[in-house]
C-alpha cells in the first residue's frame, strides 16, 4: 500500500514558476515509476510527467523544455519543476505511482495560471 501526498499548488501570474511535491509513504519508493498527471475542468485527465526507477524521464509534448520531473529516493519524494506557466497549464495536477502491479493516486494539488 501506498499513500500519496502532493503539495505546492497553488496561483501564479503567467510566465511564473511553481514546484509541486509529492512524498510517497508505506512501500518501497524508490522500486516505483512514479508521475504526475493534470486534469483541467471539463477534460480528461492527461499525463504530463513520468520517471522510472532507473530515473528515465518522458514528457507530454506540451510541457516539454518548461516543466522537470525529478526524485529524491531518500526522501521518498517527487518532484515537479514548473516554469513559464501558461494559462491552459491551470489544473489539477496529481501524482501517481505504479508499482507491483497496481497503481496509486494522490489527493491533487490546484495549480491556477492566472494575471
Known amino acids: 500500500q501506498v499513500q500519496l501526498v502532493e503539495s505546492g499548488g497553488g496561483l501564479v501570474q503567467p510566465g511564473g514558476s511553481l514546484r509541486l511535491s509529492c512524498v510517497a509513504s508505506?512501500?518501497?519508493?524508490?522500486?516505483?515509476?512514479m508521475g504526475w498527471y493534470r486534469q483541467a475542468p471539463g477534460k480528461q485527465r492527461e499525463c504530463v510527467a513520468v520517471?522510472?526507477?532507473?530515473?528515465?524521464?518522458n514528457y507530454a509534448d506540451s510541457v516539454k523544455g518548461r516543466f522537470t520531473i525529478s526524485r529524491d529516493n531518500a526522501k521518498n519524494t517527487v518532484y515537479l519543476q514548473m516554469n513559464s506557466l501558461k494559462p491552459e497549464d491551470t489544473a489539477v495536477y496529481y501524482c501517481?505511482?505504479?508499482?507491483?502491479?497496481?497503481?496509486?493516486w494522490g489527493q491533487g494539488t490546484q495549480v491556477t495560471v492566472s494575471s
Open positions: 520517471i522510472t526507477e532507473v530515473g528515465t524521464t
Open positions: 508505506g512501500s518501497i519508493f524508490s522500486s516505483y515509476v
Open positions: 501517481k505511482a505504479l508499482g507491483g502491479g497496481r497503481g496509486y
